[in-house]
Each structure stands twice: as structure tokens, then as C-alpha cells.
């Protein structure tokens, strides 16, 4: 018997569906999920349905269509008897492997508003892997030409997170359990006239080797505290790379680690900065990197620049590039 912790069913072409809808697209994207809440509470995903075709898709949110979702709703209620169990996007790039503050707010709007008790999400999130990594998979053939993105093959990571109560607006990560094969509404409603468009998607040509599930190894529910001071950090972050992006006229790339993140930046033709920061506000300076268009092209920065001395904050990442030109500039001297 399965332990009494959270967990989130879905089959196997659901899961692969928003895959491969988020793999798609250099923007936000999302939709939502239709299925049954068992006995024990716990949502089975039997439908996960994608954007429509008035969303707004922006680089850090995504709205669904509301015609649209209600249009679909009617149908899958009326004809199939599935319920609206929540709803599902991508956080791309950003590195946000959890949902926003803003997300937890729309969550407690739609529970209010139609009277739920307990709501389930899914955040969708890119790993970008080099050109050339993107592995064959022996099933499917190799990966499908909308699966990469500008810079190379994508694996999508999924983190499952519930509500419960949905009121609260305080997600709880949850397991993710993968029920096997194509989903058997997805067979049925394939031909359908109003949701045929919105399911036609090639599930399968998404390799299940370039998916994992972020709830495999973090299932622990995270105190109320620490939420709000992840939700407020994911905030700050990403004004903070608006800025970056209007500054350097370019995409910033983010990348979570153990540490903290990297945010790198592309300060020249063929080069960028990578600047590593902690985990927690204000913004704290850990380390800093020159990367050309190589792999092997870093040099580790460091030890050449008073990292002590950077300001906390935003305004470190101004900081870190004009220190980052002064130690090339004196490089660019000492070897004319």
C-alpha cells in the first residue's frame, strides 16, 4: 500500500503532452488538467489540455484563454463526466522549479471562485542541454525537430504541487505517479469537433528520456515561512532579469544549483558573463565567469575581483560587469 503522503496521478501521454507543448515555445505557455479526485483525495489526471488560441504568452506569465477553457470544460463535464482539477505551465529558463506568488494568488481566486477545496498544479521548467547532446530515443526516433529550442535540445523537468486547502493559496510539492500508455479520453476525444484541435498533439514524438520529475527526489512539504521567502526571491529574480534583458538588448539565462543560481548574460559578440548568486534575498555575489562560445572557453574571475566588496542586491549584477571589463581590460594590456 502506497504511503499516506500527496501525489498526483497522470498518464503517461498527459505528461508527455505539456512536455512537448512547453518544449515548443521560448515563452511561457500552460493549460489546464481534467480528470477525478479518488477516494483519498488524491487528483487523477485523465486530460491535460493546452493553451487556447487567445492565451497570452509573455516571457514570465502565461493566461489561458477563458472562452476557450470554458468551452472545453462544458464539454469534458457534460460528455465525459471529468472535473477541472487545476492547471499546468512552464516556468522555462527562469530556473523557478516551484510556483510563483502570483500563481499561489491565482489559485486562491479560482477556489474561491467556484467553491473548490483542494487544486492541483504542474510547473513545467527547461533544461537546455548543448547541441549535438540530444540523445536517440530507441522507441520514437530522434528528437522531434519542435523539441529543441535556439540553443539545443531541451529536457523538461515537471514538479507536481497541490493546494489543499486551495483558500490557503500555499502549494505543497507532491509526488508525481505516471500511469502508463495514452490516456483512454485521449482516444475517445481525438475526433471530437470542439476538442479534437485542442488534443491532436504527437505525444509520443516527445522522448520519454528527455522528461524527469522533480517531485522524485523532494516530496517533503516546505513550512509556510520558507515559501514566502522562496515566492518573494523568484519575484525579485525576475524583475531583476527584465532588467538585465532591456540593459544588454538579449535573453539572460538562468541556471539553479546546489548553491544558488547562475545568471548569465551576454555581454559581447561570442561572450558571456556568468554570475553566480545565493539562494536567499538580498542578491549575494558568490562567483564570477567569463565564458566564450566553447564549453571549455570559462575563466573563473574570482580570485581577480574583491567579491566581498560587491554591493548586495540588484545592483550587484552592474557591478559584477563593469568589474568583470576592468580584469580584461588589464588582461587585453598586459598581453599587447
Avoid at 102 to 124: C, V
Wanted: glycine share 10%; aromatic share 8%.
Amino acid at each position: 500500500m502506497r504511503a499516506s503522503r500527496l501525489y498526483v496521478s497522470i498518464f503517461e501521454s498527459e505528461l508527455r503532452t505539456v512536455a512537448l507543448e512547453a518544449s515548443s515555445r521560448t515563452d511561457e505557455t500552460g493549460g489546464d488538467l481534467f480528470g477525478l479526485w479518488s477516494a483519498g483525495r488524491r487528483p487523477v489526471i485523465f486530460l491535460a489540455v493546452g493553451p487556447g488560441p487567445d492565451a497570452v504568452h509573455e516571457r514570465a506569465h502565461f493566461g489561458q484563454d477563458v472562452a476557450f477553457l470554458s468551452s472545453v470544460a462544458q464539454v469534458l463535464q457534460d460528455e465525459c463526466g471529468l472535473q477541472y482539477l487545476g492547471d499546468w505551465h512552464s516556468h522555462h529558463e527562469l530556473g523557478l522549479r516551484s510556483p510563483s506568488s502570483g500563481d499561489a494568488e491565482h489559485i486562491r481566486r479560482i477556489a474561491r471562485r467556484n467553491g473548490f477545496d483542494s487544486m492541483a498544479e504542474l510547473i513545467l521548467t527547461h533544461l537546455p542541454e548543448p547541441l549535438g547532446s540530444c540523445e536517440r530515443d530507441d522507441r520514437h526516433g530522434p528528437c522531434a525537430a519542435e523539441t529543441r529550442s535556439h540553443d539545443g535540445c531541451v529536457r523538461v523537468e515537471i514538479g507536481g504541487f497541490m493546494y489543499a486547502p486551495a483558500l490557503a493559496g500555499r502549494p505543497v510539492r507532491c509526488d508525481v505517479t505516471l500511469l502508463p500508455g495514452e490516456s483512454p479520453f485521449r482516444k475517445h476525444l481525438i475526433e471530437h469537433p470542439v476538442l479534437g484541435a485542442a488534443i491532436m498533439r504527437p505525444w509520443q514524438s516527445f522522448p520519454r528520456s528527455r522528461l524527469s520529475l522533480s517531485s522524485e527526489s523532494a516530496t517533503a512539504s516546505e513550512p509556510a515561512g520558507s515559501f514566502r521567502e522562496r515566492a518573494s526571491f523568484q519575484k525579485a529574480l525576475a524583475k531583476a532579469i527584465g532588467a538585465l534583458e532591456r540593459t544588454h538588448e538579449s535573453p539572460v539565462e538562468v541556471y539553479e544549483k546546489e548553491f544558488g543560481y547562475v545568471i548569465v548574460v551576454l555581454v559581447g559578440p561570442g561572450v558571456r558573463l556568468g554570475i553566480a548568486i545565493g539562494p536567499t534575498l538580498p542578491f549575494r555575489l558568490l562567483g564570477l565567469y567569463r565564458m566564450g562560445e566553447g564549453s571549455h572557453d570559462i575563466t573563473d574571475l574570482s580570485a581577480q575581483i574583491p567579491i566581498s566588496d560587491a554591493p548586495a542586491g540588484p545592483r550587484l549584477f552592474q557591478w559584477a560587469h563593469e568589474q568583470s571589463q576592468r580584469v580584461c581590460d588589464r588582461q587585453g594590456e598586459a598581453g599587447a
